[in-house]
């Protein structure tokens, strides 16, 4: 019983301090993919990616990704409480319910967890993002996540998107291809950022006046 119970407590130890150990490593290293890009691979997909520090890549694009995606990005602790109230209350009415994961949460799940949608993964996302905000600044979350950010089919990161979508690099992309990149991410497999429907461009214009609009909670990305 001895000897169980310590295996036990082995195992919880590990549970708890593996999390943050590989956040910590990823405070300075770049991670070497995430389980997305192995399961593409896996499924035949050449993998495009290239690693680029956040003053390599357009200051555009970190704003434009805030405006897009989470807004209170530079303001929040990992969680979006008012998104997740309005959801809670959609869903509550029956009515369809919106996103409400951060820029946070989308890292954390993006570095360990696998796709889909379960009661277990959400969980786990909610646990990896408690370790995401308090061992990494902002900056260093936002250039994690746009360096493992799906952009379409084997396509990985700022560089390799931007490179893919617009035939240039990802320090020299414009406010215009920022905004379409950053409204492309809901849905990058279908949505193409360098061939954008009349939806997309609208929606990208829509974020570059909100860029504007946004003044100090743009702060931790400027």
């Known amino acids: 019983m001895r000897r ?12 708890l301090l593996l999390p943050a150990l590989l956040v ?3 405070a300075i290293l770049p991670p070497p993919g995430t389980p997305l890009m192995l399961i593409r691979a896996a499924e035949g997909e050449t993998i495009d990616k290239s690693w680029r520090w956040l ?9 434009a990704v805030v405006a897009a995606e989470d807004n ?49 993964r959400k969980g786990l996302e909610a646990y990896l993002t408690l370790h995401v905000e308090l ?20 396509i990985y990161g700022a560089e390799a998107a931007a490179r893919h979508h617009f035939g240039k690099g990802a320090k020299t992309l414009t406010a215009r ?12 497999r279908q949505w193409a950022a360098g061939k954008p429907d009349g939806y997309l461009a609208g929606r ?8 504007g609009q946004l003044g100090p909670l743009l702060d931790c990305v400027s």
């Open 72 to 120: 209170l990005f530079c303001r929040h602790s990992g969680f979006d409480w008012n998104a997740l109230g309005e959801v809670l209350q959609d869903a509550s009415q029956g009515e369809r319910t919106r996103g409400a994961s951060t820029i946070s949460m989308q890292l954390a799940k993006n570095l360990f967890l696998w796709p889909g949608r379960s009661y277990v």
């Open 135 to 154: 061992l990494l600044p902002k900056r260093r979350i936002m250039e994690l996540y746009l360096n493992v950010a799906e952009w379409g089919p084997g």
């Open 4 to 15: 169980l119970r310590r295996i036990l407590l082995i195992a919880l130890a590990v549970i």
């Open 204 to 211: 990208a214009g829509t974020i570059g006046r909100r860029i």
């Open 55 to 63: 003053g390599e890549i357009s200051p555009h694009l970190p704003k």
């Open 24 to 26: 910590l490593a990823y």
């Open 177 to 188: 291809e920022a905004a379409l990149l950053a409204v492309a991410l809901p849905n990058p």
